[in-house]
């Protein structure tokens, strides 16, 4: 029984791995591919690891997957907000089919060399 | 006790899988952030690798492998987030390195007629 808990859990983790890794391929731009990396990998390895708690069935493992599952989903949103935040004030090019882009600067003539220039103001405006 | 190896198989298959991927943004990937997100997956897959490690191997110490796997990632994360923001003169794009390289090349030929 705990056998067949372990093989369904472990599969559909596995499932939600590719489709995470497909999605990083596939995906046309870096915002966008952030959400098949932080979203559906995480959630993959998270039911990875309780799918191996429930194998070994002890307390001691119980605690370390506890561990590994809380810690992972504590920091991944932190890592994706940090990538974000650094591609978008970097001004890295968006999809070319976006249809709304909130940064006031980029409007303005020069994008690029203004990334200095603009982040106290975007801070500010905070 | 065949079935749970078979789906350890396919899981261990699945996550190389999503692994062998995220290698390839990380070698093709236009901009400094791509290899960022990639390494970031790269990282949270080799967690789970090696907790079906633990459970084909039935030895339970592979999750502390997991555990600090997970630490350092994240650390290599942050770290290479911030690189990326408060360093202004890494080119953003692979494409302007290439026009870049065009230009210099443009320059030492033109130079070499003159």
Not at chain 1, 24 to 52: C, E, N, Q, Y
Not at chain 1, 70 to 83: M, Q, R
Not at chain 1, 86 to 110: C, F
Request: hydrophobic residues 50%.
């Amino acid at each position: 029984m705990s056998d067949t808990i372990v093989s369904i859990l472990i599969v559909l983790g596995g499932g939600f791995a590719a489709v995470a890794g497909l999605g990083l391929l596939r995906l046309p731009d870096v915002f966008i591919r952030m959400h098949a990396s932080t979203k559906a990998g995480t959630l993959g390895v998270g039911l990875i690891v309780l799918g191996v708690s429930v194998h070994f069935a002890s307390s001691l493992v119980l605690a370390k997957a506890i561990l590994i599952i809380a810690f992972l989903f504590l920091t991944a949103p932190v890592g994706a907000h940090l990538i974000a935040r650094a591609a978008y004030r970097r001004g890295i090019r968006l999809w070319d089919r976006t249809l709304m882009d909130d940064d006031p600067m980029k409007n303005s003539t020069s994008q690029r060399n203004d990334s200095e220039n603009s982040s106290p103001e975007k801070s500010a405006s905070e | 006790m065949i079935t749970l190896e078979f789906a350890v198989n396919v899981a261990l298959a699945l996550t190389v899988f999503g692994l062998v991927t995220g290698c390839i943004r990380m070698f093709k990937g236009p901009t400094p952030a791509d290899r960022i997100v990639a390494l970031d997956l790269v990282t949270v897959l080799l967690v789970a690798v090696s907790s079906l490690l633990a459970l084909q191997l039935d030895n339970s110490a592979y999750l502390d492998l997991g555990l600090a796997l997970a630490l350092v990632g994240f650390l290599a994360t942050v770290g290479f987030a911030r690189y990326l923001e408060t360093n202004t003169h890494i080119p953003l794009d692979d494409a302007d390195v290439e026009q870049d390289l065009d230009d210099t090349q443009k320059d030492n030929a033109s130079r070499e007629r003159l």
